[in-house]
């Protein structure tokens, strides 16, 4: 009898963790089957109404963006800062609509009527070095668009957190095969995968703002401390891989992926010096990348510190 009690609190405890990630799977495929069956143009008002209503209720992540905007704006006001917060829920709910409709959208369709590369020529200048690419990015725009483009063109990788539920993981897994993105899921043994795509010569991209998992290494970033990810500066610097930042940017209906040119990576010998110095470069490059259009960074995690109680976000 405590036997078969210990049974049931266990599945019980294991349903009350696991439900509400399989609810949002269930959520997130619906969605996918909507999308397919209107026009873009309804699925993206949807998603600006959405974003609007996220915004107003998720009071914890709407004062991370705030504070974010504070950085990247700090020569703005409350109201601009309230403004671009608003704005990043918003694009943040359109890019997931678009990310969904490539379920239903041809290679044709998405890369030749979604995307405009630019500066691609240094991929295979880079890639002439034998020792493969790494794309940075940050959290902005649509990396799964220009991702696809490249995936069609060039043997590519992308290093990507191991989703929860597993149908959820698989899905996004098998909606970015089908774009030409093969995922690294991230985990124990990442550091060795992705240095065997580089020695095939091969090219992988890695979200490189924030720190997901592993080692980090502070560098200046809008003006204050922050940790970056080690993972493109100690690459270029062990392997002497090229690091070819990346960005992708919604202008005029399009998403307009821009290529490079690579960091100009410094090796000195002092791997903890030359790890900083090159971390610090890429930071630099994301700063200009942000400033463009701030409201398409989707970062809604906090990496700065919190600000002066008389510049914190206010409800509208």
């Not at 993206?44 to 009071?59: C, D």
């Not at 609509?97 to 890369?111: A, M, N």
């Not at 930042?245 to 090796?267: A, R, S, W």
Request: aromatic share 12%.
């Amino acid at each position: 009898m405590i036997r078969w009690r210990e049974m049931t609190e266990r599945w019980s405890d294991r349903l009350r963790e696991e439900a509400p990630g399989y609810l949002k799977y269930i959520l997130f495929r619906g969605a996918c089957y909507l999308v397919g069956a209107f026009p873009a143009e309804v699925s993206h008002a949807v998603a600006l109404g959405v974003g609007e209503v996220t915004y107003r209720l998720s009071k914890g992540k709407r004062e991370v963006v705030f504070e974010n905007m504070r950085r990247v704006r700090p020569e703005g006001g409350p109201e601009e800062w309230r403004r671009l917060a608003r704005g990043c829920f918003r694009e943040y709910a359109r890019y997931w609509v678009d990310f969904l409709r490539c379920y239903h959208l041809t290679f044709p369709e998405i890369f030749y009527e979604l995307v405009v590369p630019h500066g691609v020529e240094w991929f295979a200048r880079c890639l002439s070095r034998g020792r493969g690419a790494v794309l940075a990015l940050p959290h902005y725009g649509s990396w799964d668009m220009i991702g696809g483009w490249v995936g069609h063109q060039f043997p590519f990788w992308a290093v990507a957190e191991r989703l929860k539920p597993r149908p959820m993981y698989e899905f996004h897994t098998e909606l970015r095969r089908r774009m030409g993105i093969r995922i690294i899921p991230l985990g124990e043994n990442t550091v060795e995968k992705v240095i065997e795509v580089l020695m095939r010569n091969e090219m992988v991209a890695l979200l490189s703002d924030r720190v997901i998992a592993g080692a980090g290494v502070e560098v200046e970033f809008f003006g204050e401390k922050v940790l970056m990810p080690v993972g493109p500066a100690l690459l270029a610097v062990k392997l002497g891989t090229p690091v070819i930042p990346c960005q992708i940017i919604l202008q005029d209906g399009k998403y307009h992926g821009y290529v490079g040119p690579p960091l100009d990576i410094e090796v000195t010998g002092d791997t903890r010096r030359d790890v900083q110095v090159n971390t610090q470069k890429l930071a630099r490059v994301f700063e200009d990348f942000i400033r463009r259009d701030p409201t398409q960074w989707h970062m809604f995690q906090p990496i700065f510190g919190r600000g002066e109680p008389g510049a914190r976000e206010t409800s509208d």
